[in-house]
């Protein structure tokens, strides 16, 4: 067994980061909802909550490249009011209407090998603007599986699972606080959705035994304004052997660190002189200047700063072949 435990975090003590102590501000964002009790009263799954499939009302979207948080699988989904539509900006950003529901479960199979054998839900995350206001809740999944509960304070539970290569594997797996949320999801000191741009959304998914293009399919079910999708830049899955080194570790670092090293994220991070943006040409990322850096930061386990317990090994992996090519 190989299995590597990093750092538990809480935003009422200091982390230890690049031989600082760096504390968490209370962020105190705006709100303009308050949310309910249980996870059940916003009737996001139908039957069996533990099978998690959605009402008709809420609407899966797959991401190309993903966050990693411990190895843990995601179930994404969104929901917008009737009668309303995502809509295109002109920088190819996407503006949600009010009354729109983000989702996020995170789940653990029992067996990576076998699907079949069950899964363990820890928690559903949501996102629901309303007053062009985002706000972040987190909800608590019981044993039974039946019912999750909103919780503010963060949580931690131990979790064990048997990888896809066989390995037992565990970890105390960390639910982060309300105010942990906002230090990655904000942009100029507002809170924001991280995943679902057009660029990580444009790619090949399954619906109803077919294959589509996402963007396609969301423009085809009336929820995403019309445009012409060829036009939409992509983003390469970072796990896609196939695509270029360049592309896999770009993937990777504006998925995994863009969400904070970049001009409109946490004051903390702007100050450390990267960009990690897909878009970001490399001269202006950091990256050559600080190549060792950026790896070993993270083989130390002090990076990404909240929200993981265990080396992303491959991820890892991928980002010094990287930087030992430049």
């Not at 044993?143 to 931690?156: R, V, W, Y």
């Not at 202006?284 to 850096?293: A, F, M, S």
């Not at 386990?301 to 929200?307: A, D, L, V």
């Amino acid at each position: 067994m190989r299995l590597v435990l990093i750092f538990t975090i809480s935003c009422k003590s200091n982390n230890y980061r690049d031989e600082e102590y760096v504390q968490i501000p209370d962020f105190n964002f705006q709100k303009s909802i308050k949310f309910k009790g249980k996870l059940s009263e916003y009737k996001i799954f139908e039957g069996s909550p533990s099978d998690l499939v959605p009402t008709q009302d809420f609407h899966i979207l797959e991401l190309s490249s993903t966050l990693f948080t411990d190895y843990a699988h995601k179930q994404r989904l969104v929901r917008i009011p009737a009668g309303t539509q995502i809509k295109k900006l002109d920088d190819d950003s996407v503006e949600f209407p009010n009354g729109t529901i983000l989702t996020k479960t995170f789940f653990y199979y029992n067996d990576d090998r076998d699907k079949s054998l069950g899964k363990q839900i820890i928690e559903t995350r949501l996102e629901i603007k309303e007053n062009d206001i985002w706000n972040v809740a987190t909800y608590i999944w019981n044993e039974q599986q039946t019912e999750a509960k909103l919780e503010t304070n963060g949580f931690e539970t131990k979790i064990s699972w048997v990888s896809d290569r066989g390995e037992s594997l565990s970890t105390n797996y960390q639910v982060t606080t309300e105010n942990q949320c906002m230090t990655c999801h904000q942009s100029n000191s507002k809170m924001t959705p991280l995943g679902p741009t057009l660029r990580n959304l444009n790619r090949t998914v399954n619906r109803n035994s077919s294959s589509f293009n996402q963007i396609d399919y969301l423009q085809s079910v009336g929820i995403l304004n019309e445009f012409d999708t060829s036009q939409i830049d992509h983003i390469v899955d970072y796990k896609n052997t196939e695509a270029t080194l360049t592309e896999r570790s770009r993937a990777y670092l504006d998925m995994n660190c863009a969400h904070c090293h970049n001009p409109k994220g946490w004051d903390e991070s702007t100050q450390r002189s990267f960009d990690f943006r897909y878009e970001t040409p490399l001269e202006k990322t950091g990256i050559l200047n600080k190549k060792e850096k950026v790896v070993n930061t993270m083989m130390r386990g002090k990076m990404p700063f909240i929200g993981t317990t265990m080396l992303d090994e491959k991820g890892i992996e991928l980002l010094k072949e990287f930087t030992e090519s430049l």
